[in-house]
């Protein structure tokens, strides 16, 4: 009977709850000559197959009312289902689905979304793999002896003399598969094709046959072919006993196909796709291992958790095909540095197992198992600071990034996984308030300092109905006529107990935790309405400036937000300016042209903050409704002695120029500095050499002074 009439006899049980994938199986089955049987759930499959015993069945783990899995080992629990394929389909690619489908009872799996070419492939190949098991299991004796049925076996079949293993009779199969012609083959022994087993070894397996112990040997071993090459294969080894004519009758199945389905599956459980690391389950896993090793010896464990500092930032600035690509350079510069580096390489001993995992986004982990002195961590951790902040050169963008590095040690922090990695975790974070571009190591002090923020986090949820937020102002010197022009406006958190706290302490938190949506909100209509107030007594300001978060301009609703608050407080567009990161502007252009075109149409005016510290162009400024950049103040602090930042001013004053924008030079202390950017033409400077940030009351104080400076 050939391959074709078998398939059309065959019967298919199709599972599955989505009628579409059910639909397009039936197509693919049926074109392959397979008659479909179909159920929408686990319940129906089985009142299907005590009606009408199919040839195979493909059951979806994930359905209502009793899912693959269940269903799966009720089948294997009827006694008609032992024998009948189950090919499960999933959804899911982790190795746990994976595993418990075969506790299941499940024959083989495939994922979703399937490739149906192939699949109706697969069937058919499984279907006459069940079947030959079948027909082996029914009739041993007569299929071994029937020439007929052993040549056209879709298995491989190696019949050979019981005490001499030399082969007396192969199939088609085996021959197409080793490469041997038949008179060729018949000369070698079994053992000699298979690599794996000796000669001794087999001759074991036939005496326990002969023994009584069980009737069969199965083996998952290799097969050698005549070039040379091997493949992997499942082996049935079987004694066929006729009065003195005893033979050992071998069935392959060549399984290289499972097996590369296999290890494609544990590739996309346990690594990376982007990076090609191994992922935090994997990592993990090793991690854990590496621990039950420490507790034996005296050696150390370190776990260094690390961070890309302002990784966000260049994402939203230059896309995330950029930033993927730097992800994928950052994976690379780490694998070379743990493979046999020689400056890495003097401070560990050969014993010391490296090993590196991209964790999630744009964390990374290393750990170093079997070190003796927990230095050695912080010695590593310098180098990877050096190596990964060399300049990189992506899609035509040469960037340079820092990392914040966290380390634990085991046992000393901790003996188990999860605890290390959270203190590691712990420790990166703070190497990241200490001004990034370092590591830190883990102490218990820095457990107390979270919970310290936890609170920090309740008491800020309350201070906006609390009433304990307050805007201050901060100058903007006009320099050509020493008088003030305008203000940016700042908001301060006046704690019952700590007074003001820092805004590097709680505006990143708000930012976080979501708050910085409402909290902008309301410092927009606070600086509104206090324009608006001083106004009214006579006192003038060009603007007001008040910064956009990128929360807020993510905000479908900014600007009719910003509308009804100008509304309410009846003041006029023109005198509000909106400042905006590099960063929030260059994410989605498209998109922010719109929200940019919306406001400028309202009359509100635009500023671009802290500029030079992102990753924009002119040819991309030029596509934005703006009025104005503001000079970052880590270009002014050192101005007058640093001739690189010196530079970089002339060169945004330029820019500025170019596209017809206002410039607002930030950070202003010194004379020096001021003299500087009067020298380069800025109209406007900010900075503590006028005002700090005061509050309301005492900003109206200096509105109310005819000059600021003497020109």
């Not at 260059?586 to 940019?596: G, K, Q, S």
Request: glycine letters at 4%.
């Amino acid at each position: 009977m050939s391959n074709q009439s078998q398939s059309e006899t065959a019967l298919a049980l199709i599972v599955d709850d989505d009628t579409t994938v059910r639909i397009v199986m039936r197509s693919v089955l049926e074109s392959h000559g397979i008659r479909v049987n179909e159920a929408g759930n686990g319940i129906e499959a089985l009142q299907s197959f005590d009606e009408e015993t199919p040839d195979i069945v493909i059951l979806d783990i994930e359905m209502p009312k009793k899912n693959g899995l269940e269903a799966c080992a009720d089948i294997r629990h009827h006694p008609k289902g032992k024998l009948v394929p189950i090919m499960m389909s999933t959804g899911m690619d982790d190795t746990k689905s994976i595993n418990h489908a075969y506790e299941a009872g499940a024959t083989d799996f495939a994922v979703k979304p399937l490739n149906w070419p192939i699949f109706g492939h697969r069937i058919r190949y499984m279907l006459q793999a069940a079947r030959a098991i079948r027909e082996h299991h029914a009739a041993q004796q007569t299929a071994i002896r029937l020439g007929k049925v052993i040549e056209s076996s879709s298995n491989e079949i190696y019949i050979c003399d019981d005490h001499s293993l030399k082969l007396q009779q192969t199939n088609r199969r085996a021959r197409t598969n080793t490469g041997y012609a038949e008179t060729d083959i018949n000369k070698l022994t079994l053992s000699q094709l298979l690599p794996e087993l000796s000669e001794n070894q087999l001759k074991e397996i036939v005496s326990d046959l002969y023994s009584g112990e069980y009737n069969e040997q199965l083996l998952t071993t290799t097969i050698l072919r005549k070039n040379g090459t091997a493949y992997p294969a499942e082996l049935s080894l079987q004694l066929s006993r006729e009065d003195d004519n005893n033979l050992l009758v071998g069935i392959a199945q060549d399984i290289t196909e499972r097996q590369l389905a296999a290890n494609r599956m544990r590739q996309l459980a346990y690594y990376d796709t982007l990076t090609g690391l191994p992922n935090r389950q994997l990592f993990t896993e090793q991690l854990e291992k590496m621990l039950e090793k420490t507790n034996e010896s005296t050696n150390k464990i370190a776990v260094l958790y690390i961070d890309i500092d302002n990784f966000k930032r260049i994402n939203d600035s230059l896309g995330h095909r950029i930033g993927d690509k730097l992800l994928q350079e950052i994976a690379a510069r780490l694998n070379t540095c743990i493979s046999g580096n020689a400056s890495i390489a003097r401070h560990i001993t050969p014993e010391t197992e490296i090993a590196a995992s991209r964790l999630s986004g744009d964390e990374f982990a290393l750990v170093l198992d079997l070190i003796e002195d927990p230095a050695i961590a912080g010695t590593v951790a310098k180098h990877l600071l050096n190596v990964l902040s060399r300049p990189m050169k992506l899609h035509g963008h040469e960037l340079v990034v820092t990392l914040s590095i966290g380390i634990a040690v085991a046992p000393v922090d901790s003996d188990n996984e999860e605890s290390l990695l959270k203190h590691a975790d712990t420790a990166m974070h703070h190497a990241k308030k200490s001004g990034k571009n370092t590591f830190q190591y883990y102490s218990s002090t820095m457990n107390s300092m979270g919970r310290e923020r936890l609170q920090l986090e309740a008491e800020l949820r309350r201070a906006l109905e609390r009433q304990e937020l307050t805007v201050f102002y901060q100058p903007q010197v006009d320099i050509q006529t020493g008088k003030m022009a305008s203000a940016e406006a700042l908001v301060r958190w006046n704690h019952p107990q700590h007074g003001l706290v820092s805004p590097a302490q709680f505006i990143p938190l708000a930012e976080e935790m979501g708050l910085i949506i409402d909290i902008g909100a309301w410092v927009l209509n606070q600086a509104c309405s206090d324009l608006k107030t001083w106004q009214a007594k006579g006192l003038s300001l060009e603007k007001i400036s008040v910064n956009l978060s990128s929360l807020q301009f993510k905000q479908s609703d900014l600007v009719s937000q910003t509308r009804k608050i100008l509304r309410e407080t009846k003041l006029e567009a023109k005198y509000l300016e909106l400042e905006l990161t590099e960063s929030v502007i260059m994410n989605d252009a498209d998109t922010t042209i719109e929200i940019l075109q919306a406001l400028k149409e309202m009359g509100v005016r635009l500023s671009v903050d802290d500029f030079g510290t992102g990753y924009s162009s002119l040819n991309y400024l030029s596509k934005f409704p703006l009025d104005e950049l503001k000079i970052d103040r880590s270009f002014i602090v050192d101005v007058d002695s640093n001739s690189h930042n010196a530079s970089i001013v002339t060169a945004i004053v330029a820019m500025a120029n170019s596209l017809d924008l206002d410039l607002v030079a930030e950070g202003v202390e010194t004379e020096s500095q001021l003299a500087f950017v009067r020298e380069q033409g800025v109209r406007l400077v900010q900075g503590f050499y006028f005002s700090k940030p005061v509050a309301a009351e005492e900003f109206k104080t200096l509105l109310k002074k005819h000059q600021l400076i003497a020109i």
